[in-house]
């Protein structure tokens, strides 16, 4: 996708969407070199770039759909990222540890 072009289509400045969404000038950067790793991850990321898209003029499912390809491309060749489900399970272990020591 390229983003940054769409946003000149659209005539908007990064300056603009950052006084309008509260997002750092340095994260809308990365959001349209396509470093998503470099986004503060989990609601944050999906806020940011539905906000972005909606900002520009692109169609919010269509750049989600995109970021979640690209996620799943990166982190599928090596296997060393967990899904959200095991994820989600390493937390709730993590939280529910203390409580039950304390019992």
């Given at each position: 996708?390229?983003?940054?072009s769409s946003r000149k289509r659209k005539g908007v400045s ?48 269509r750049l989600l759909d995109y970021y979640q390809a690209k ?33």
């Amino acid at each position: 996708m390229d983003l940054r072009s769409s946003r000149k289509r659209k005539g908007v400045s990064l300056e603009q969407i950052a006084d309008a969404t509260k997002i750092s000038i340095r994260f809308l950067r990365a959001i349209e070199a396509e470093e998503f790793e470099k986004l503060p991850g989990g609601i944050f990321t999906t806020s940011y770039l539905r906000q972005y898209a909606a900002a520009v003029g692109v169609e919010e499912a269509r750049l989600l759909d995109y970021y979640q390809a690209k996620q799943e491309r990166h982190d599928a060749p090596n296997g060393s990222m967990v899904n959200a489900d095991e994820s989600r399970t390493s937390i709730l272990r993590f939280w529910r540890a203390p409580a039950a020591a304390g019992r």
